[in-house]
């Protein structure tokens, strides 16, 4: 089994940035595809972006691409979300999210990830 524990989120004006963390800790997650998703009032749970196990291949959602940035440092059990330019419609509770895979390729559906922390609230106004 695999925990994870978001933190980082806040409140931030229209324009600033956040960086979230997501902290594993049960087993290595050198062997997992590392995802982030949001979720807003009222709406269903959205892909934000994923990075392969190794780091070698990131993936965004469209809303996000040229502002938001993934990392991972294996070493530390940790992935991080590098927030930029943030705008009211990014407000949401950020959630982080992993599946076990070695491949290149990243999915991005909820149901494909097996294992969710419990969420951050980013809060972004205008």
């Known amino acids: 089994q695999v925990q994870l524990v978001e933190s980082g989120g806040g409140l931030v004006q229209a324009g600033g940035s956040l960086r979230l963390s997501c902290a594993a800790s049960?087993?290595?997650?050198?062997?997992?595809?590392m995802g982030w998703f949001r979720q807003a009032p009222g709406k269903e749970r959205e892909f934000v972006s994923a990075i392969t196990w190794s780091g070698g291949r990131m993936y965004y959602g469209d809303s996000v691409k040229g502002r938001f940035t993934i990392s991972r440092e294996n070493a530390k059990n940790t992935v991080y979300l590098q927030m930029n330019s943030l705008k009211p419609e990014d407000t949401a509770v950020y959630y982080c999210a992993a599946y076990s895979s070695v491949s290149y390729y990243i999915k991005v559906r909820t149901d494909d990830y097996g294992f969710w922390g419990q969420g951050t609230q980013v809060t972004v106004s205008s």
């Open positions: 049960g087993r290595t997650i050198s062997t997992y595809v």
